[in-house]
C-alpha cells in the first residue's frame, strides 16, 4: 500500500517548521524519505500559501518574491482579506492565508487554462487585488502542490532551504518516483 498523504481519516500528522528569521508554517506530513541516515520529510502547508504579485496593465503579473514582514503591501493585504473574513499569516517559507476559502471547480479551471495562453494564470489563481499608492497588487494562490522539505531531527522539522535543498531535491524526487511506480 502507497503511503499518498492526506486521506479522508482526518489523521494526517502535522508538524511545525521554522525558518532560520524564527518565523513557523505548520503543515500536513505527506511523505517521510529516509536519505543518507537522516529522515526528509515532505510537507503541505495546512492555511492556503499565497504569493504577491505586482499587477501592471496589459502586462504580465510580475511575482514579488522578497519582502519584509512589516512592508506597507503586505498590511493593506491584512484589511483586504479580513473583508473576506480571512488571514494573512507572515508564515516560514511562503505567505499563507488562513480561514475558509472557496474551492475552485475543476471543470472551470480547466476551461480557464485552454482559454488564457499566458503561463502565470494557468498555474495561479487571483485571490484578491488591492491597491497600495499609486500600484495594484494581488495575492495568488498556486494552483500546483506547494512543498516543503524538512530535515526531521529529534522529533522537530529543520526547513532545508539554499544548497541544502538544491543538493537533496533531486534525490527527493528520484525516491517517490521510485514509490510512484514499484517494480
Known amino acids: 500500500m502507497r503511503d499518498s498523504g492526506p486521506s ?3 489523521d494526517v500528522p502535522t508538524v511545525l517548521v521554522r525558518d532560520a528569521e524564527g518565523r513557523d508554517l505548520l503543515c500536513f506530513l505527506e511523505q517521510l524519505i529516509p536519505l543518507d ?3 526528509y520529510a515532505l510537507l503541505t502547508p495546512v492555511d492556503t500559501p499565497v504569493s504577491l504579485f505586482r499587477l501592471k496593465d496589459g502586462d504580465e503579473p510580475e511575482p514579488i518574491t522578497t519582502i519584509t514582514s512589516s512592508e506597507p503591501i503586505l498590511s493593506v493585504a491584512d484589511v483586504v482579506l479580513q473583508e473576506h473574513d480571512l488571514t494573512l499569516v507572515r508564515s516560514a517559507v511562503t505567505l499563507t492565508v488562513s480561514g475558509e476559502l472557496d474551492e475552485p471547480d475543476p ?3 480547466e476551461d480557464e487554462e485552454e482559454d488564457e495562453a499566458d503561463e502565470e494564470s494557468e498555474t ?12 495594484e497588487y ?3 494562490i498556486p494552483l500546483d502542490p506547494f512543498f516543503v522539505v524538512a530535515r526531521m ?9 539554499g544548497e541544502d ?4 531535491q533531486p534525490r527527493i524526487e528520484a525516491e517517490l518516483d521510485e514509490r510512484e511506480w514499484p517494480d
Open 8 to 10: 479522508g481519516s482526518g
Open 37 to 39: 541516515g537522516s529522515d
Open 107 to 109: 471543470e472551470d479551471l
Open 124 to 135: 495561479y489563481e487571483l485571490l484578491v487585488s488591492f491597491m497600495v499608492e499609486k500600484g
Open 138 to 140: 494581488g495575492l495568488y
Open 153 to 161: 531531527v529529534d522529533g522537530q522539522a529543520e526547513l532545508v532551504e
Open 165 to 168: 535543498f538544491d543538493r537533496i
